[in-house]
């Protein structure tokens, strides 16, 4: 009398053998199984936690920034921030208006050197409101008194 495994088909002489593979063979697929689910589930994780982590990252851009409408108005009054990207004084004044940098008029004296030269900038940055030109940094207090723009 033989005795047939269920799951391989293979035959055995004895109870026993066929009690031995089971456990040493299909005991180990069933192992498997178990971190192969579990690997799944960390790759579905990892690819949420990078889903969740884009979506707010791409939420956060979309925002409009905290001084637009003041820029705006700066660029409007006809300010123009004369300066140099690789001037520290020049980077510090417009990262005063983080993502609302955008919508001055900047000037970058390293590109138009002539029009830098011919208005007479030796310090960046330099504003130019309405004709009269204010070396280094301004105060966001200082440019609403002199262009009436409200911060």
Known sequence: MGFECNICNKN????ESLKQHGEMKHALEK?????????????????LIIVFSSLTVYS???????????AKCLSESGA?????????YT?????FF???????????????????????????PTWEIDGKF????QTFEKLSVLTGCEV
């Open 12 to 15: 055995f002489n004895s109870e």
């Open 80 to 88: 123009v921030v004369y300066g140099n990207d690789y001037c520290q």
């Open 31 to 47: 192992k498997n199984d178990k971190l192969n689910v579990r690997k799944y589930a960390l790759a579905f994780l990892v690819i």
């Open 91 to 95: 980077n510090k004044q417009l990262n």
């Open 134 to 137: 204010y070396e280094q940094i």
């Open 60 to 70: 956060y851009a979309q925002k409009p920034g905290s001084y637009d409408n003041f």
């Open 98 to 124: 983080g993502k609302s940098k955008e919508f001055l008029n900047y000037v970058k004296c390293a590109d138009n050197k002539s029009l830098c030269d011919s208005k007479e900038v030796k310090i960046t």
